[in-house]
């Protein structure tokens, strides 16, 4: 089994910054590839960020140049750097790490329960 816990989520102004955290554990998860989801308050769902394997990283041109995808493997930790936040950033954010298990290269897809961002005067 593989968990993923998202955390550091707040209420924050215009123009201010956040660095939410995604922790996995448990099972070793061979090739991951993990994203950052939002799903707004209207319910829209919107990949945000996305860190492959290779370190490749993606964004959206909504966030791009304001949102930076990290991670630290020797923890286990995936980070999602805002800056310049604006309000329409509001949403509940999303970590998903996709994968193989081995010994049989199962697949792995597992989400977190979401962490709220609240960007607001």
């Known amino acids: 089994q593989v968990q993923v816990v998202e955390s550091g989520g707040g209420l924050v102004e215009p123009g201010g910054s956040l660095r939410l955290s995604c922790s996995v554990s448990g099972s070793i998860v061979f090739s991951p590839s993990m994203y950052w989801y939002r799903q707004t308050p209207e319910n829209e769902r919107d990949m945000v960020a996305h860190i492959g394997s290779d370190g490749t990283t993606a964004y959206p041109s909504s966030v791009e140049g304001r949102f930076t995808i990290s991670r630290d493997d020797a923890k286990n930790t995936v980070y999602l750097q805002m800056n310049r936040l604006k309000p329409e950033d509001t949403a509940v954010y999303y970590c998903?790490?996709?994968?193989?298990?081995?010994?049989?290269?199962?697949?792995?897809?597992?989400w977190g329960n979401g962490t709220l961002v609240t960007v607001s005067s």
């Open positions: 998903n790490v996709q994968g193989f298990a081995p010994p049989t290269y199962s697949l792995v897809n597992e």
